[in-house]
């Protein structure tokens, strides 16, 4: 699993794969920390959350925007995320934790919040995004992802 960040216009953007949907949306996770903060220190403890909606799109950006929610409300920084995605009824959840570094610890940077913009969830080289109701699970060349950031 990896990420990328990118300029984007007045935003910024990330660019994430992994080899399932897990390790995508955690690696997206991980690049909003990136996108926040330079340098993580090993402080803080870990937390659990669980996000559900009703497509891939609609639940990677809840889970995004419930990791700011996090950041706002408990005054962590969400890094080392893990993250694993499956169907549930007629859509999909996402089963999550980090670690909540104490904002204390860190010089951060502000991400107010996630957008729409250009965001795609989908498996690598695939010609078409995944539906709502595709399998989680990708063949061999994993998944991958867009996010733009507004900073």
């Given at each position: 699993m990896s990420y990328e960040l990118r300029s984007h216009t007045a935003d910024v953007?990330?660019?994430a794969t992994g080899d399932d949907l897990g390790e995508t949306v955690a690696a997206?996770?991980?690049g909003l920390a990136a996108a926040m903060c330079d340098e993580i220190p090993e402080t803080g403890e870990r937390f659990s959350l669980t996000v559900?909606?009703?497509?891939?799109?609609?639940?990677?950006?809840?889970?995004?925007?419930?990791?700011i929610y996090e950041r706002d409300?408990?005054?962590?920084l969400p890094v080392a995320n893990e993250a694993s995605v499956r169907e549930a009824g007629e859509g999909w959840m996402v089963a999550a934790s980090a670690r909540g570094v104490p904002l204390a610890d860190v010089?951060?940077?502000?991400?107010?919040?996630?957008?729409?913009?250009e965001m795609r969830i989908e498996e690598a080289d695939s010609e078409e995004p995944r539906s709502s109701s595709s399998r989680p699970e990708a063949?061999?060349?994993g998944w991958e992802a867009y996010v733009v950031l507004d900073v």
């Open positions: 953007a990330v660019a997206v996770a991980d559900r909606a009703e497509g891939l799109e609609a639940l990677l950006f809840d889970y995004l925007d419930q990791l409300v408990r005054g962590v010089t951060a940077r502000d991400v107010k919040a996630v957008t729409y913009s063949d061999d060349d």
